[in-house]
């Protein structure tokens, strides 16, 4: 089974930058399209930033483009949001999400959250004004 833990969320004034982590364990993670997701108070879970399973392309939330950016170190099972030039409307539960099928799609990179079979708890991002 696969598991994936976030870590790296917090509070931080607008304007700054936090870096999130998520670490995979269990199935063969370099196979693994990843995807970041986000769901503020109220709204429903939208899709932030994703990556293919080489690393080679990767996908943004309009919102997030040129503030964000989605990396992976496949021999840490490990992905990256780092997250520059906060807003407070980027407050939100972030989760990450792994779809086991990412090799099957070469470089496509799905936004919508069907295709992402395994989901960490998520890990509060707060930015203050």
């Known amino acids: 089974q696969v598991q994936l833990v976030e870590s790296g969320g917090g509070l931080v004034q607008a304007g700054g930058s936090l870096r999130l982590s998520c670490s995979a364990s269990?199935?063969?993670?370099?196979?693994?399209?990843m995807g970041w997701f986000r769901q503020a108070p109220g709204k429903e879970r939208d899709f932030v930033a994703g990556i293919n399973w080489t690393g080679g392309t990767t996908e943004y939330a309009d919102s997030v483009k040129g503030r964000f950016t989605i990396s992976r170190d496949n021999a840490k099972n490990t992905v990256y949001l780092q997250m520059n030039s906060l807003k407070p409307e980027d407050t939100a539960v972030y989760y990450c999400a792994a779809d086991p099928s990412g090799r099957l799609r070469g470089t496509a990179i799905l936004t919508y959250e069907y295709p992402y079979e395994f989901w960490g708890q998520g890990t509060q991002v707060t930015v203050s004004s």
């Open positions: 269990g199935g063969t993670f370099t196979f693994f399209a």
